[in-house]
């Protein structure tokens, strides 16, 4: 497992050979072992371990999943966001982005998407102003405007979206 922190109690079960399609909305944890289309959302529960999706080895979720700890050894097609940790088993298959707190990704997990940190305010901050001064170096000059025109500067000290919609302007 993860950590030696325990884990929410599992009081929900799509049981193998069950398919459900639609939304579920669940305290504590569920254990996905049949097939879930439609997305799984743990609400915030009311101890300190939080929401727990575990998709075992022949589940499979076709939707996009919220919770604090997910683990996955089934297929997963969709987008996760686990706000405290995430572990990709060895029999994991994930098609989506992935948004996590901690990782853990064993030998033999596959992963089809983007994997993005969720970084304390500090650190995302500190990578919001050095992928600035990277389009700032990229590009110092926007098209029609002169270095010293302000929203060309104010354009440069954004974030690269910025950029972009001062360059399409």
Same mark, same amino acid.
């Given at each position: 497992?993860?950590?030696k922190?325990?884990?929410a109690?599992?009081?929900s ?7 459900? %399609?639609?939304?579920?909305t669940f305290?504590? =944890? ?5 097939v879930?289309? =439609?997305?799984?959302q743990g ?9 727990l ?12 999943i919220?919770a ?6 089934g ?13 990709l %088993?060895?029999?994991?298959r994930?098609?989506?982005d ?8 064993? %030998? ?9 940190p ?8 500190s ?8 389009v700032? %170096?990229?590009?110092?000059q926007?098209?029609?405007h002169?270095?010293?025109s ?10 690269s979206?910025q950029?972009?919609?001062a360059?399409?302007a």
């Amino acid at each position: 497992m993860f950590s030696k922190n325990k884990l929410a109690a599992i009081r929900s079960l799509v049981a193998d050979g069950c398919r459900i %399609q639609g939304d579920i909305t669940f305290k504590d =944890g569920i254990r996905i072992d049949g097939v879930l289309v =439609g997305s799984l959302q743990g609400e915030l529960a009311d101890t300190k371990n939080g929401s727990l999706v575990f998709v075992a080895e022949h589940g499979t979720v076709s939707g996009a999943i919220k919770a604090d700890v997910i683990i996955v050894n089934g297929r997963v097609e969709g987008p996760i966001h686990a706000s405290r940790m995430l572990e990709l %088993q060895p029999k994991a298959r994930v098609s989506g982005d992935i948004t996590y707190a901690k990782l853990e990704m064993h %030998q033999g997990a596959l992963v089809s998407g983007c994997m993005i940190p969720l970084l304390p305010v500090k650190e995302s901050v500190s990578k919001a102003l050095l992928e600035t001064e990277m389009v700032a %170096q990229e590009r110092p000059q926007l098209a029609g405007h002169s270095e010293s025109s302000p929203s060309a500067t104010i354009a440069l000290q954004g974030s690269s979206r910025q950029v972009e919609r001062a360059q399409n302007a």
